[in-house]
């Protein structure tokens, strides 16, 4: 599976954006998927996630924030973001994984490159 992450772009606080996830490959049905954030000089972290049969997890960050969806049919995966914080300014990757719901980075098999996101005041 190959994961191609899109949609990144410079938002004002309380802005909306919708972050977008390109996969190939014939078994991506098969994988959950998550998103994960990368802020400058933080590790790695958790967004949200989402199972092969659309079962969706957040972290308590975002929960109620960002909606996590997949159209297996167009293998896109997509990360809705509404009111944005400051805080929520890093870069974004995609990533699938055949457990649910995994939090953990290591646990994923495939990455995509990631996309900025950034939150101006």
């Known amino acids: 599976v190959q994961l191609q992450a899109s949609g990144g772009g410079l938002v004002q606080a309380g802005a909306s954006l919708r972050l977008s996830c390109a996969a190939s490959g014939r078994t991506f049905s098969d994988y959950a998927v998550g998103w994960f954030r990368q802020a400058p000089g933080k590790e790695r972290a958790f967004v949200a996630a989402?199972?092969?049969?659309?079962?969706?997890y957040y972290s308590d960050s975002v929960k109620g924030r960002f909606t996590i969806s997949r159209d297996n049919a167009e293998k896109m995966v997509f990360l809705q973001m509404n009111s944005l914080k400051l805080e929520d300014t890093a870069v974004y990757y995609c990533a699938a994984g055949r457990s649910f719901p995994s939090v953990k980075g290591i646990e994923y098999e495939y990455w995509g490159q990631g996309t900025k996101v950034t939150v101006s005041s």
């Open positions: 989402i199972s092969w049969g659309n079962t969706v």
